[in-house]
């Protein structure tokens, strides 16, 4: 079982999409490609892909869950970019102000850790799907195959978006990781269980 504990942030813990006529529902974590999953799951299901919540739906425990996983100090980097884009893009970032954020590393649900967001789950009713290039043409075999039903690709990008909307702190960011120490043994603490967790997974894969 998947353990980890509650922060504040707005993401609802254990919120999820339940496939109504199929064994499945999907789990959105943030910057886990969570806006493009959670917008092919609505425009192939429509009304049978319904919100709801995996720690109060008893009959989801006889479901298996499917989860977008991400490298998980790719996903945090993404995410404390993310935060800083919507929350501080008015304001330049100072070696100062990055060791901060290094220093208090959570922030919201897009710092938050993985295993925070599934605790509970256990890891054998899941279906794992990695965060990358192949996303898409793995979900799209999924559908095919498992579902039965045509992917639908939507219209919006889910890699590396991150670049898009802030380069400039994006650059700072990933620089200031890599080229010191204590903000990698800082971020490689706070991460632990996601990366133990993540390097004892398989992944759905179309090949």
Do not use: W
């Amino acid at each position: 079982m998947i353990k980890g504990k509650a922060q504040h942030h707005k993401h609802t813990y254990g919120f999820c999409l339940d496939l109504l006529d199929y064994d499945y529902y999907y789990i959105p974590l943030p910057k886990r490609a969570c806006t493009y999953c959670e917008k092919v799951f609505t425009d192939v299901f429509g009304k049978a892909c319904i919100q709801t919540n995996f720690i109060n739906n008893i009959p989801l425990k006889k479901k298996t869950a499917l989860v977008v996983m991400r490298e998980p100090i790719d996903g945090y980097l993404s995410g404390l970019v993310e935060f800083l884009h919507r929350n501080c893009s008015q304001y330049t970032l100072e070696f100062e102000t990055i060791d901060l954020l290094f220093r208090q590393l959570f922030f919201d649900e897009h710092t938050e850790k993985m295993t925070n967001l599934l605790n509970g789950i256990e890891e054998e009713n899941c279906i794992f799907f990695q965060f990358g290039y192949n996303l898409t043409k793995d979900l799209r075999h999924f559908f095919n195959h498992r579902l039965n039903k045509h992917f639908i690709n939507p219209d919006i990008g889910f890699y590396n978006t991150r670049h898009l909307k802030n380069p400039m702190f994006y650059q700072k960011i990933q620089k200031a990781y890599e080229n010191n120490k204590n903000f990698q043994t800082r971020v490689n603490d706070y991460l632990r269980p996601d990366i133990e967790l993540y390097n004892s997974l398989r992944f759905y894969s179309s090949k």
